[in-house]
């Protein structure tokens, strides 16, 4: 029954003349379960599904009972309250899924020889303390958003060819280097330790994971070069190395090797030398983020090689959404996410299909913008801020008829403002400052929307919202300086930037754990 609209309470009695029951299913209803500490239910259940019903503050204690229960999912239950010992120790539970609740306290380090387990889903709570090897004989381990601590060494003493597919330790408090023992997990797909204290280089074994199709290392303190292993991971979608200190060039195979890559983020680290053109290899990328780098040279002209950005609704197929079916319903094991940043706001997407973007903010990018850059007609954001580009705004950009946030401030662009700009409908978020931009704003409803903080910094601009053109000026009128093109540099305070604005891409979407429900 689950998906509905059921509200109620229910307590012992309902439950009471159900002795054949096998499954229950209530999930994703407004229910209240109020039973007794000491109930004894009349059944023995080989599934239990109370997804989004309110079971809390206490763990249910009647689940002990359950001596064939085989799929436990009491996620977003408002339980907060440390697991009972006699959870680890069901053996017949191989399927556990507590996420979302507000639980709390350590696991303890139970013998690893328990029956292996097909999903232990314990993020978003606040579990401590290092995470016990028996965890780790799990083919699916997500353990996001908790307040774990120490190394994942233990990852070594699993047995060689023990099949992991998802391993999830992301928002977490780990540390240490990665271990050297990659090679000994086959079939693992997904890899996500974003968002923890990871230190040292990235194991070159990790190049030994063939199966893999998503890697998010972001926000530690990995430090050296890409490993070219890496370049093995063939299958790669998503490779995520942003907000880290890796230097070096960026690698020539990344477009040789992983042309299946539909998001690259490489943000926020040392990166030096030019883009190399095998980059335009990667015709399926949806999500370019080299920001914050110190990457040199003028941007490839073959960016228009990105096929899927050229095309405007072209969906990417496989965003790294990975189901898993049990009892007829399905699991999300894992939502693939993007992390976009601009000027020091981050925001995370998990709707990859709708983004599509190119953000080469913060390097030492020279010359002018290419031409070819109009062809990508499926781009939503671009941003080339805080560069040392000159020449022009390219004239066809209306081309890019999809686009909703630019920015270009920053650099030492010139000439006036193309009146093609002004029919970009879509265009919601427009930053153009500190450049040396002249003439005339283009007359259009949606150019005269943007406030002064988005042309401010071009002494020779004119037209609203900034002060009115001398030509423009009729007889005995007068000029409100206020609006004016006289602001003093502050150092982007007031940058129009993109992320002041949300359009509907940019909403963080909600992973509801059931059912593939996303909205």
Not at 49 to 66: A, K
Not at 137 to 152: P, T, V
Not at 310 to 333: M, P, Q, T
Not at 435 to 450: A, E, R
């Amino acid at each position: 029954m689950s998906s509905n609209l059921l509200e109620d309470t229910v307590t012992e009695r309902y439950l009471s003349n159900f002795a054949n029951l096998r499954v229950l299913d209530l999930s994703f209803n407004s229910l209240t379960f109020n039973l007794s500490s000491d109930w004894i239910p009349p059944f023995q259940l080989e599934a239990v599904q109370l997804s989004h019903c309110y079971l809390g503050p206490r763990f249910p204690n009647w689940i002990q009972t359950q001596n064939s229960l085989e799929l436990l999912d009491i996620s977003f239950a408002g339980i907060s309250d440390a697991v009972p010992h006699w959870l680890w120790n069901m053996s017949s539970l191989t399927n556990l899924v507590l996420s979302h609740n507000d639980i709390s306290g350590t696991i303890p380090n139970l013998p690893s020889g328990l029956i292996p387990r097909e999903l232990i889903d314990l993020s978003s709570n606040k579990f401590s303390g290092p995470i016990p090897l028996f965890l780790f004989h799990s083919r699916n381990l997500k353990l996001s958003k908790n307040m774990f601590i120490g190394s994942i060494f233990h990852l070594c003493t699993i047995p060689k060819g023990f099949i992991i597919e998802v391993l999830d330790l992301s928002d977490n408090q780990l540390e240490g280097e990665l271990p050297s023992c990659w090679m000994n997990i086959s079939g693992l797909a997904v890899l996500d330790l974003a968002n923890n204290k990871f230190s040292g280089e990235i194991s070159l074994t990790l190049g030994s994971l063939d199966q893999l199709k998503i890697l998010h290392l972001r926000n530690n303190n990995f430090i050296g070069e890409l490993p070219s292993t890496l370049g093995n991971c063939s299958r790669l979608i998503t490779l995520d190395v942003g907000g880290n200190k890796l230097t070096g060039n960026i690698p020539a195979w990344i477009g040789t090797n992983l042309t299946n890559l539909t998001v690259l983020s490489l943000r926020f680290n040392e990166f030096d030398g030019i883009m190399p053109s095998t980059i335009c290899h990667l015709t399926n990328i949806h999500v370019l983020d080299l920001s914050g780098n110190n990457i040199s040279g003028r941007i490839s002209r073959c960016l228009n090689n990105f096929t899927a950005l050229v095309e405007k609704n072209g969906l990417i197929e496989d965003a790294g959404h990975l189901e898993y079916g049990l009892f007829d319903s399905l699991f999300e094991l894992y939502v693939n996410n993007a992390i976009v940043q601009w000027k020091g706001q981050d925001s995370e997407y998990k709707t990859l299909g709708l983004l599509k973007g190119i953000d080469l903010s913060g390097n030492k990018l020279v010359g002018t913008i290419p031409q070819e850059i109009s062809d990508l007609r499926g781009l939503v954001f671009l941003n080339l801020s805080r560069n040392h580009l000159t020449g022009n705004i390219i004239s066809n950009i209306d081309q890019m008829e999809t686009l909703e946030c630019l920015d270009l401030s920053r650099n030492q662009l010139s000439g006036e403002i193309p009146s093609s700009l002004a029919h970009l409908n879509f265009l919601s978020v427009l930053n153009l400052s500190y450049n040396n931009l002249t003439g005339k704003i283009p007359l259009g409803t949606q150019l005269q929307s943007f406030n002064s903080y988005a042309y401010i910094g071009n002494t020779q601009l004119c037209g609203k919202p900034l002060v009115e053109c001398p030509r423009d000026i009729s007889n005995g009128s007068t000029t409100d300086h206020r609006e004016g093109n006289i602001f003093e540099e502050n150092d982007g305070i007031h940058d129009n930037n993109c992320g002041v604005k949300s359009p509907f891409w940019k909403q963080e979407s909600v992973d509801y754990h059931s059912n593939n429900l996303l909205a």
